[in-house]
Nanobody
Framework: VQLQASGGGLVQPGGSLRLSCAAS????????IGWFRQAPGKEREGVSC????????FYADSVKGRFTISRDGAKNTVYLQMNSLKPEDTAVYYC????????????????????????WGQGTQVTVSS
């Protein structure tokens, strides 16, 4: 199982970026895929999660209405579209995955915990600054 995150960069406040998480070695449908971020001096934070087979999507309150998670099954890739970016969105963003073992209710309550996930990709830096 490998996760390759890309798409980070420097953007001005109010701008947009799209992060990509290319998965290899497994099929997205059998996994729960998420995005976490960590800013300097801060704890790691769950940003968003998609449980494809359950049709469930979750967002942190801090990004609701601005970020959108989606997937392309043909490319085995999950995306995080980030709009209306703010300086407080500056962080290293990580793509994460776990093979589904439990019912959807478990992931609905635990998606934001880093311990839920078995696989972590390398991070991609997002910097929001003027």
């Amino acid at each position: 199982v490998q996760l390759q995150a890309s798409g980070g960069g420097l953007v001005q406040p109010g701008g947009s970026l799209r992060l990509s998480c290319a998965a290899s070695g497994f099929t997205l449908r059998n996994y729960v895929i998420g995005w976490f971020r960590q800013a300097p001096g801060k704890e790691r934070e769950g940003v968003s999660c998609i449980n494809i087979s359950a049709g469930s999507i979750f967002y942190a309150d801090s990004v609701k209405g601005r970020f959108t998670i989606s997937r392309d099954g043909a490319k085995n890739t999950v995306y995080l579209q980030m709009n209306s970016l703010k300086p407080e969105d500056t962080a290293v963003y990580y793509c994460v995955a776990v093979r589904k073992r439990y019912n959807s209710g478990f992931y609905a309550s635990s998606w934001g915990r880093s311990s839920t996930y078995d696989y972590w990709g390398q991070g991609t830096q997002v910097t929001v600054s003027s």
